[in-house]
T-cell receptor, first 111, second 114 residues
Framework: GENVEQHPSTLSVQEGDSAVIKCTYS??????FPWYKQELGKGPQLIID?????GEKKDQRIAVTLNKTAKHFSLHITETQPEDSAVYFC??????????FGTGTSLTVIP | GAVVSQHPSRVICKSGTSVKIECRSL??????MFWYRQFPKQSLMLMAT?????????EQGVEKDKFLINHASLTLSTLTVTSAHPEDSSFYIC??????????FGPGTRLLVL
């Protein structure tokens, strides 16, 4: 089955700096890679996603890159703000609607 | 984005009672919904996959007689925790698939069993 690894587990950055979270996956059948932001006491929120036929996708301060050959994908947050502080989860999915989640990254943006 | 609601947001019950949690996709139809359990500072643990009009598929180790799932319509799935015990206290989160593949989560339900 699929195995998704996520690093780092915790990340602290100064406000305004960039944050990068990396995930690797093992199953070449995975073709959809969403990222979720979870604030304390709330459900995960889909913030950006990428499909296997695309190498990069950007939405304002958030971007995701995908390297299918190396089987890794990354979340990039630029110009971080305190409200970006949360736990971020990556996931890999296949056409069978099976989702495999990373273990999460706790991001703290220091004002 | 798509909206998924959950009700109630938190519930406290006595040991031995049953609790029902509702999950609704508000602006799209969802053939598939998922139920997760999340322990503090941990990732999401899939409990079961709920398919409209058919029996739910439970993950290994999840008791189907304890966690009853009903997906009666394309916008509603329910999870009933039967004969709840303190060890069932947790954060339960549902999600719904908006075709073709996007998964949207509800806000979660905090269950505390006394």
């Amino acid at each position: 089955g699929e195995n998704v690894e996520q690093h780092p587990s915790t990340l602290s950055v100064q406000e305004g700096d960039s944050a990068v979270i990396k995930c690797t996956y093992s199953d070449s059948a995975s073709n959809y890679f969403p990222w979720y932001k979870q604030e304390l006491g709330k459900g995960p929120q889909l913030i950006i996603d990428i499909r296997s036929n695309v190498g990069e996708k950007k939405d304002q301060r958030i971007a995701v890159t995908l390297n299918k050959t190396a089987k890794h994908f990354s979340l990039h947050i630029t110009e971080t703000q305190p409200e970006d502080s949360a736990v971020y989860f990556c996931a890999a999915s296949n056409t069978g609607n099976q989702f495999y989640f990373g273990t999460g990254t706790s991001l703290t943006v220091i004002p | 984005g798509a909206v998924v609601s959950q009700h109630p947001s938190r519930v406290i019950c006595k040991s031995g009672t049953s609790v029902k949690i509702e999950c609704r996709s508000l602006d799209f139809q969802a053939t598939t919904m998922f139920w997760y359990r999340q322990f503090p500072k941990q990732s999401l643990m899939l409990m079961a996959t709920s398919n409209e009009g058919s029996k739910a598929t439970y993950e290994q180790g999840v008791e189907k007689d304890k966690f009853l799932i009903n997906h009666a319509s394309l916008t509603l799935s329910t999870l009933t925790v039967t004969s709840a015990h303190p060890e069932d206290s947790s954060f339960y989160i549902c999600s719904a698939i908006r075709d073709p593949q996007s998964q949207y989560f509800g806000p979660g339900t905090r269950l505390l069993v006394l």
